[in-house]
């Protein structure tokens, strides 16, 4: 017998009010933010960065895929390549138009400095102490250094401080055909360089090497080596000078102009992008080019798929005749995040939790090793990459560019690298952090350099690389 309507209505309320019960104590008991998060939907976030990768991921990949599931969110990622990448931020940055994670390379940006004065952008400093990973003990150098006016406006995106920059890597296997020993100068430099070129290191009895795969930037390191400073300035007598207007960079012209008419480097090198640069070396016919530490198996792994037997060894430090030497270095960062202030203040902590776990050991070991067991295996404490690896595109790129792994091996591993590579790698970086090369002008803003200088550095690098120009740019220093 069905009980009566009346009934049947209290009992329908009783069970509504039973559920409603349930649901509140279950909030009341669980509410952990990762419980709210959970039971809540998923936040968009707009982002755009820098990526170095040859192919670039989209929503389909499982790694982005598992950043969504993992932190909660639904992603919008625009990749910029390298070659672009400068041009497309500054566009961005000039129209005023942000996506609600905006990344850009150089915090003295001009356009940069101009917003954050203008108030364009959140100021996360009372925030950062509320995300355990972000406001970790060994990032605070990072946060330090990265303040503008004693606030933090920007995340940073981690870097290590050595192991990074343009510098030379060379062919070693070529070296130890020939008999050279690794160059610590310049003209033992030089002198391995015209080796490569005249005594056919690759064996194929042709004339066929290129020395040195360069272009405009892989040799701006010249310049440092010369002058025994990083960055466009120096300090001299207690005040800081352009590198540019120094003799000692008359001294790099004339290097590069000697290596240029030896035949040391592509006939084009001028007008080459990296990518081209790249795709010399990787093709197995050049001696070297300048790239961060861990191409040394990022490229260098590519160069074995050519020559099995080649081995890509990055050097530690050129001394200049002053007897200073020279090895790039810098701050804990590379690139910076920022978030505008059209970001509500909920939303802006969403993204702030969103890099917090991409900071976590994580979050970071995802960006850049994918899923244990089906990404890579451990293996004597090293991870292991399996086929899976390369096929949804892990390693140097795409969400290793977007969260950077917080240790040297980002600079100086990568994944698959050999043991006998890394512990190579391990020396030469505790070598180079011996070494103290100056910045002075590292991260410092000037109106009047920013808006002078960069149209001068243009005009005159871009005189001083043109092959034709070589003899009166010679004659004008």
Not at 59 to 79: A, G, H, P, S, Y
Not at 337 to 360: N, R, T
Request: hydrophobic letters at 35%; a negative charge; charged letters at 25%.
């Amino acid at each position: 017998m069905n009980p009566p309507r009346k009934q049947k209505k209290s009992l329908m309320m009783k069970s509504m009010l039973v559920m409603l019960s349930a649901s509140v104590l279950l909030t009341a008991c669980g509410g952990s933010k990762d419980a709210s998060t959970d039971s809540s939907e998923p936040t968009p976030i707009e982002i755009q960065t820098l990526n170095y990768a040859t192919e670039f991921v989209d929503n389909t990949n499982v790694i982005w895929k598992e950043f969504e599931k993992r932190t909660n969110t639904k992603l919008d990622i625009t990749w910029l390549p390298p070659s672009s990448a400068t041009d497309k931020v500054n566009v961005l940055l000039a129209s005023g138009d942000l996506p609600e994670v905006t990344f850009v390379e150089s915090l003295t940006n001009p356009q940069l400095q101009k917003m954050i004065q203008q108030g364009a952008f959140w100021d996360l400093t009372p925030y950062i102490k509320d995300y355990p990973n972000l406001s970790a003990p060994n990032l605070e150098e990072m946060w330090t250094v990265s303040k503008v006016e004693g606030k933090n406006y920007v995340i940073p995106r981690y870097y290590p401080s050595y192991g990074g920059g343009a510098f030379p890597i060379l062919r070693k296997d070529w070296m130890d055909t020939l008999g050279l020993q690794t160059p610590t100068n310049m003209d033992e430099l030089f002198d391995v360089l015209v080796a490569f070129k005249e005594k056919d290191p690759n064996g194929n009895g042709q004339a066929d090497e290129i020395p040195y795969a360069a272009n405009h930037g892989t040799v701006n390191f010249v310049y440092g080596v010369f002058n025994g400073t990083q960055g466009d300035w120096k300090l001299k007598d207690d005040k800081l000078v352009p590198v540019i207007t120094e003799d000692a960079s008359r001294d790099a012209v004339l290097w590069l102009k000697k290596a240029f008419d030896a035949g040391l480097f592509p006939k084009d090198f001028a007008i080459m992008q990296y990518s081209q640069t790249v795709d010399l070396i990787s093709g197995g016919k050049a001696g070297g080019t300048s790239q961060s530490m861990n191409h040394a198996w990022v490229t260098g792994s590519r160069i074995r798929d050519v020559v099995p037997t080649a081995d890509y060894m990055p050097l530690t430090y050129l001394e200049n005749a002053a007897g200073e030497k020279y090895t790039p270095s810098g701050v804990p960062y590379y690139g910076v995040y920022l978030i505008p202030k059209e970001v509500p203040e909920a939303k802006m902590k969403k993204i702030m939790e969103f890099f917090d776990y991409g900071y976590s050991k994580e979050g970071n070991e995802l960006a850049t090793y994918g899923i244990e067991g089906e990404h890579y295996t451990i293996k004597n404490g090293r991870k292991i990459p399996t086929p899976q690896s390369e096929i949804d595109h892990l390693g140097d790129g795409n969400f290793n560019n977007l969260f950077h792994l917080i240790s040297d091996d980002m600079s100086i591993g990568a994944v698959g690298m050999p043991d006998d590579v890394y512990n190579r790698n391990v020396e030469i970086v505790n070598e180079r952090k011996t070494i103290k090369t100056s910045n002075p002008g590292n991260e410092l803003y000037s109106e009047a350099y920013n808006k002078y200088y960069p149209d001068i550095k243009k005009k005159s690098g871009r005189y001083a690389h043109q092959s034709h120009h070589w003899q009166r740019y010679d004659r004008k220093l």
